[in-house]
């Protein structure tokens, strides 16, 4: 497993840089933007999925999106009545457009890798198509930082493959991969569990991504496990 570091990655150089600025641009949607965008490639809005699997997560719960780029994601929590938002994000260009539509959140420059938050500090941490970027040698670091600092869920969203699958990314090699990040939670961390989980599949090509929440077991349960 890994430790708390700040060092920094060929793929957080790249996100940092015009290619991440670049892809904030072409990702600038609003709510209803996403959930249009979500209900033309899987079927179901992006908001229809959030009150799916946040049933059971107070609206006062403390949240906290890693990589959370302009911050469309926190937007929709906000407007699901969510009020206690966090995001941390690595490229600065994204950072300050978050900043002006979430005068409300938290946020902060920092990466996947290190965190800067105590253990346990919040209810539910969670990402939307950050795992897929980050390098396999350094996703066990990102997965301990997710863990370390998540009291109750981990609610993720990634693109899916059985396997950890390399996927040229505009042209760019070591930027995408797709995997089964549920079960790689799981089998890092004894305990986690997956309290819910949905593929989605495209309608217009045979990809699917996934969507997964997972709880920390209750102590009891971990010291039956062992």
């Known amino acids: 497993m890994g ?3 700040a060092y920094a990655t060929g793929q957080i150089h790249a996100w940092r840089g015009n290619f991440g600025r670049q892809y904030t641009d072409r990702n600038d949607y609003s709510p209803a933007a996403l959930d249009e965008f979500y209900q033309q490639t899987y079927g179901i809005a992006r908001r229809h999925l959030n009150e799916l699997f946040l049933q059971r997560v107070p609206k006062r719960a403390r949240i906290l999106e890693v990589g ?10 906000q407007e ?3 009020t ?6 690595i490229q600065s260009y994204a950072l300050e457009k ?5 005068p409300g959140v938290r946020l902060l420059q920092a990466s996947a890798l290190a965190i800067p938050y105590p253990d346990a500090y919040f209810d539910l941490v969670f990402t939307s198509g ?3 970027h980050i390098a396999p040698n350094d996703l066990s670091v990102a997965m301990y930082e997710i863990h370390r600092c998540a009291k109750q869920w981990i609610w993720g969203f990634e693109y899916y493959a059985p396997e950890i699958t390399a ?12 995997a089964d990040y549920s079960r790689m939670y799981v089998d890092c961390f004894a305990d986690l569990e997956k309290e819910k989980g949905q593929r989605l599949y495209y309608r217009q090509n045979a990809n699917e991504d996934s969507m997964f929440l997972l709880r920390r077991k209750p102590k009891s349960e971990c ?3 062992r």
């Open 3 to 5: 430790t708390r570091s």
């Open 68 to 77: 959370c780029n302009m911050g469309t994601q926190l937007l929709i929590l």
């Open 80 to 82: 699901m009545g969510f």
């Open 84 to 89: 206690n938002l966090h995001g941390i994000e």
């Open 98 to 102: 978050a900043r002006l539509r979430l």
């Open 130 to 132: 950050v795992l897929i």
């Open 167 to 178: 996927i040229n990314y505009r042209g760019q090699e070591n930027l995408l991969w797709k």
């Open 223 to 225: 010291q039956e496990r």
